[in-house]
Nanobody
Framework: QVQLVESGGGLVQAGGSLRLSCAAS????????MGWIRQAPGKEREFVAA????????FYADSVKGRFTISRDNAKNTVYLQMNSLKPEDTAVYYC?????????????????WGQGTQVTVSS
């Protein structure tokens, strides 16, 4: 079992930045691929970014490439999402997710463990 708790969401103006954190409990964090997935009101879950177990490989949705950066600190059992140049269309609930599979998931529905989400609102 992996428990995930997100923090760092909030209200920011367009062009601003936020840094999301996800703290994981359990001894298996370093064996998990980690991802961030978001869901806007009335829309499907959308994959945002993912990082492999070691942190050596990262993956991004086209909509956030060049603006968002995912990273992890296995010593702290934490994964981060640095979000720069935020746009109103980035407004959503952001979920941290974990998976023990061999392949790093890059969709919004294939992760095994999920946090409860943190709201990000970008005003225009």
């Amino acid at each position: 079992q992996v428990q995930l708790v997100e923090s760092g969401g909030g209200l920011v103006q367009a062009g601003g930045s936020l840094r999301l954190s996800c703290a994981a409990s359990g001894r298996t964090f370093s064996s998990c691929n980690m991802g961030w997935i978001r869901q806007a009101p009335g829309k499907e879950r959308e994959f945002v970014a993912a990082v492999s177990r070691s942190g050596g490989s990262t993956f991004y949705a086209d909509s956030v490439k060049g603006r968002f950066t995912i990273s992890r600190d296995n010593a702290k059992n934490t994964v981060y999402l640095q979000m720069n140049s935020l746009k109103p269309e980035d407004t959503a609930v952001y979920y941290c997710a974990a998976d023990h599979g061999i392949v790093v998931p890059t969709t919004g529905y294939t992760y095994t463990y999920w946090g409860q989400g943190t709201q990000v609102t970008v005003s225009s």
